[in-house]
């Protein structure tokens, strides 16, 4: 199986910071990575899909990149509806994996 | 816009069996797309169940595996899960999405709203 490390796991920030979160894979997953956004009692919603194509209606403050195993989540400038919870999930082999989270606090 | 909602029977005694119900609209794309399940245990992260495909064609993942039935009703076209032998550990919100992209295993959208299954006597 492919194990997906997310980091950090938890981050305190304020409006308008800029903000990173890293996924690694345990092996090579060519651009097979995909990031959602869940916020307390709701569903996870899809933010960008293959590493860095941004999904529709996402605002463009969030981008992906990264290639292989290592992938980047960035949040150019905060803003206060983006506190959160943030997972990864490769789509590279079965079974699919997802990242541990991220939780974006203020 | 599509909308995915699943439906349950909320709790459930342990060793039972839990039946999950996932309800798309329109209803006719569920021809046209793999469908994932997803659970998510209380306070922790997210764990995939299986897809499946409208011709059942299913892949689960292999800790489920022995317990699980993911299956397709052609004339309403909902999608189903099924868990046997459930226990405490089964207790989780229960995520129905559509997979997206042009292969079996991409990435899921959207989700449903979910439906919490609880295990307990």
């Known amino acids: 199986d492919i194990q997906v490390t997310q980091s950090p796991s938890s981050l305190s920030a304020s409006v308008g910071d800029r903000v990173t979160i890293t996924c690694r894979a345990s092996?090579?997953?060519?651009?097979?990575l995909n990031w959602y956004q869940q916020k307390p009692g709701t569903a996870p919603k899809l933010l960008i899909y293959t590493a860095s194509s941004l999904q529709s209606g996402v605002p463009s403050r969030f981008s992906g990149s990264g290639s292989g195993t290592d992938f980047t989540l960035t949040i150019s400038s905060l803003e206060p509806e983006d506190f959160a919870t943030y997972y990864c999930?490769?789509?590279?082999?079965?079974?699919?994996?997802f990242g541990g989270g991220t939780k974006v606090e203020i | 816009q599509v909308q995915v909602v699943e439906s349950g029977p909320g709790l459930v005694k342990p060793s039972e069996t839990v039946s999950l119900t996932c309800s798309v609209s329109p209803s006719s794309i569920v021809t046209d797309h793999y469908w994932g399940w997803i659970r998510q245990s209380p306070g922790k992260g997210l764990e995939w169940i299986g897809n499946?495909?409208?011709?059942?064609?299913?892949y689960y993942n292999e800790s489920l595996k022995s317990r699980v039935t993911l299956s397709v009703d052609r004339s309403s076209k909902q999608v189903s899960l099924r868990l046997n032998s459930v226990t405490a550990a089964d207790t989780a919100v229960y995520y129905c999405a559509r997979v997206m992209g042009d292969r079996k295993l991409d990435w899921f959208d959207p989700w449903g709203q979910g439906t919490l299954v609880i295990v307990s006597s």
């Open positions: 499946i495909d409208y011709n059942g064609k299913t």
């Open positions: 092996q090579k997953i060519v651009n097979y």
């Open positions: 999930q490769q789509s590279y082999s079965f079974p699919l994996t």
